[in-house]
């Protein structure tokens, strides 16, 4: 649970992949629907298969909204935007939406009696991602996570029947930290692409300054705060763990995968001593597997 589109920190061979199609009823600015595959948790491979084509469509979702945000001509989005709320609206209204992406995740909303709001959200962070490149606080970036990740966790407790408010909440810990682990990998990306996600009150204690964030090395001052960003998602991680245990069945398998994961990334982040210039860092699948067994081993032995 995360911003759904980079759901790499335990990625592998997902239930099946979508072609590369383009949909918008052709529009030749809407970015081609990309394969699910290398996003889906290696973790949840193991679910049945009327788990993993939901959970498949949630992703589909994510995946183009992000693809619209980042990869669509600039000047196209907003409206591409428009296209799919438009959708949004059919798909309450009880009428069929046009996009492929959005026909998937309306029978699924149906079936399982997903809201509108995370839906919304998704968009609505995307939008903000063309208007705001930079958060001046650890605050404001976590307001920020309230609407490019938590919406997938609220998506993803729908899916399996499971969500309630006291669930809601934990999750949204879960994914606020799985997008701020994202942001520590993907440092050196995030800035060329004109975004910066560390705080600026957080690099201006380290003393960081832009030239540091598109360095081919890493530096000292970068890595601290790259660090202290790390241990607060830590923090976030422990606030809400608590889940699997109100969690049961394959529910509590998927989102133990995505704990692990998230734990299994700050271990690699730390073992490869924050230098984020140097490579993407991530766990091994075995890594991040073990991780899963100890979360599910230590919540049923309480």
Same mark, same amino acid.
């Given at each position: 649970m995360l911003k759904a589109s980079r759901l790499d920190t335990a990625s592998g061979p997902g239930p099946r992949a979508a072609s590369a199609t383009r949909p918008g009823a052709g529009d030749p600015a809407m970015p081609p629907?990309? *394969?699910i595959r290398e996003n889906f948790p290696v973790a949840l491979r193991i679910l049945p298969a009327r788990h993993r084509a939901a959970l498949g469509a949630v992703y589909r979702y994510a995946r183009l909204i992000d693809d619209i945000g980042d990869e669509a001509p600039p000047a196209d989005r907003g409206r591409l935007f428009d296209l799919v709320d438009r959708d949004i609206d059919r798909i309450f209204a009880g009428t069929a939406p046009e996009l492929p992406a959005l026909r998937a995740i309306g029978a699924v909303a149906r079936e399982h009696g997903i809201p509108e709001a995370p839906l919304r959200k998704l968009v609505q962070a995307n939008r903000q991602d063309q208007e705001i490149h930079r958060y001046a606080t650890w605050d404001q970036l976590v307001e920020y996570?309230? +609407?490019s990740?938590? !919406?997938?966790?609220? +998506?993803?407790?729908?899916?399996?029947?499971?969500?309630? !408010?006291? $669930? +809601?909440?934990?999750?949204?810990?879960?994914?606020t930290a799985l997008q701020v682990i994202e942001h520590c990998q993907d440092v050196a990306e995030d800035? @060329?692409?004109?975004?910066?996600?560390l705080p600026a009150t957080d690099l201006k204690l380290f003393?960081?300054?832009d030239a540091d964030l598109g360095a081919e090395t890493t530096p000292t001052r970068l890595r601290g705060v790259v660090a202290r960003n790390a241990d607060r998602a830590a923090a976030l991680l422990d606030e809400g763990a608590p889940l699997i245990g109100k969690l049961d069945g394959w529910a509590r398998v998927a989102v133990a995968g995505y704990l692990a994961g998230g734990r299994a990334t700050l271990a690699a982040l730390s073992g490869g001593a924050y230098d984020v210039h140097a490579a993407r860092l991530r766990p091994s $699948? @075995? $890594? *991040?597997?073990?991780?899963a067994l100890l979360i599910l081993g230590r919540d049923v032995a309480k």
């Open positions: 629907e990309r *394969t996570c309230a +609407l990740a938590d !919406p997938v966790g609220h +998506l993803v407790l729908h899916v399996f029947d499971a969500a309630s !408010p006291e $669930r +809601l909440a934990l999750s949204d810990h879960i994914c800035f @060329a692409d004109g975004r910066v996600y003393g960081c300054t $699948r @075995a $890594r *991040t597997l073990g991780e």
